[in-house]
């Protein structure tokens, strides 16, 4: 890059009047208004029918459950070493709540991101259930994917395609009736033994810990 452009760069980062982040899908860089991010952030968090407000950290309560379980498993030769060390929680930091814009959606709301203890660990059962993903004679890729799809619908006559929006999809799905999916999705699925050491019942347990 030129030397202007490293200067406007240098310029943006000392700017404490506005934030600059990825956007939630794109790897596209976006520039927002400190305040206009700071309310997002805190219409997100009003919302009391998604968040709760507590009282007291419970952080070191999540790290000493999981810690627990995790040595029992080993103790009972349930987890093999390499697992157990990629798994085993090391820091205590409270957790961190941030939001990633959704720049393709209207008004440009955000899609809320929480850095816990449990990190380690979600990102080891997204690995898992990525496979399950797809499987689903519902399931669409893209939008290129859906194109091909419908290629050759024909849509009767005084009927429409429509296109529904699920506003905070993921904060929206009952937990309760989640787990038992996707345990029955793992239970289906054979290549399973083969990509995990770990049973559906152990798999669960950490799934219940990271909702």
């Given amino acids: 890059i030129s030397r202007a452009e490293r200067e406007a760069i240098k310029a943006l980062a000392k700017d404490d009047s506005i934030v600059i982040l990825l956007a939630d899908k794109g790897r596209t860089t976006v520039i927002l208004n400190k305040q206009d991010y700071h309310n997002k952030v805190k219409a997100l968090l009003d919302d009391t029918n998604t968040y709760e407000k507590l009282t007291s950290d ?24 390499y697992l157990y060390n990629q798994l085993y929680p090391t820091a205590e930091n409270v957790p961190k709540f941030y939001g990633l814009p959704k720049i393709h959606k209207k008004d440009v709301p955000l899609r809320p991101i929480v850095s816990s203890v449990m990190y380690d660990t979600a990102k080891f059962l997204a690995k898992i259930m990525k496979p399950l993903v797809g499987l689903n004679s519902h399931h669409i890729v893209n939008s290129e994917d859906f194109v091909n ?52 019942a152990q798999l669960s347990v950490l799934l219940e810990m990271c909702l």
């Fill in 58 to 81: 419970p952080t070191r309560a999540i790290k000493n459950k999981l810690i627990q379980t995790l040595k029992e498993w080993r103790k009972e030769e349930r987890i093999p070493n």
């Fill in 149 to 200: 799809k419908i290629a050759e619908l024909e849509v009767p006559p005084g009927q429409k395609l429509v296109s529904y929006d699920v506003s905070s999809l993921f904060t929206s799905i009952p937990i309760n009736e989640a787990i038992p999916v996707v345990r029955a999705k793992l239970g289906s699925d054979q290549s399973l033994p083969d990509r995990c050491p770990l049973d559906i």
